[in-house]
């Protein structure tokens, strides 16, 4: 315990006080969750985010293509908490499973797939969370304001069309590191 609470507040001098980031909103307390992270516009944004977790304290996973997953970066990728996932739907069960297998357990995902602009975001992080029946937390970075943290919390995820509406709205005015190439998924529009 006396090491974990090390972690937390090294990463915490780290992200706030060397990097100069603001942590809005607390973490909610919840055993087991999807966390979105938007914008991811630069790689960067994996650093801030691992440190905000090691901030957070809870037990938490990456998620990472499988193509990142070759020697030698397999090993750092690991290390750093990712799991490599392929772009079929396989993975969905995959996660599903380990969160039944896991006392407590929050898979971190960029619902954009990647850090080229998309407007069509993928839907994997709402099928776990369907699936696992846990909620959904909108994290979130903003580099114009130099905040991370947390927008909000979706819990009642029975529609995907109304869980997007809601997550387009928390993003609306979230710059990313590189803003021309964040946007919001476009299939929707209230």
Request: proline share 4%; glycine share 8%.
């Amino acid at each position: 315990m006396q090491k974990k609470n090390k972690m937390k507040r090294i990463a915490r001098l780290i992200l706030v006080n060397v990097f100069g980031w603001k942590i809005i909103g607390d973490f909610p307390d919840f055993k087991k969750s999807v966390l979105i992270f938007a914008p991811h516009t630069s790689y960067y944004d994996g650093l801030f985010g691992k440190l905000y977790m090691m901030n957070v304290g809870v037990h938490y996973k990456f998620l990472s293509k499988k193509e990142l997953f070759r020697f030698p970066l397999k090993y750092f990728f690991r290390a750093y908490g990712s799991i490599p996932v392929d772009g079929s739907s396989k993975y969905i069960n995959q996660i599903v499973e380990l969160f039944l297998d896991s006392p407590e357990l929050h898979i971190l995902i960029s619902p954009e797939g990647q850090l080229a602009k998309t407007d069509r975001w993928k839907k994997g992080f709402y099928y776990m969370a369907t699936k696992a029946k846990v909620p959904i937390v909108v994290g979130y970075m903003d580099y114009t304001k130099k905040e991370i943290g947390v927008k909000g919390i979706i819990e009642d995820i029975g529609n995907f069309n109304e869980a997007m509406l809601k997550i387009n709205n928390m993003y609306k005015d979230v710059k990313g590191k590189y803003p021309e190439n964040f946007a919001l998924d476009k299939r929707l529009s209230e």
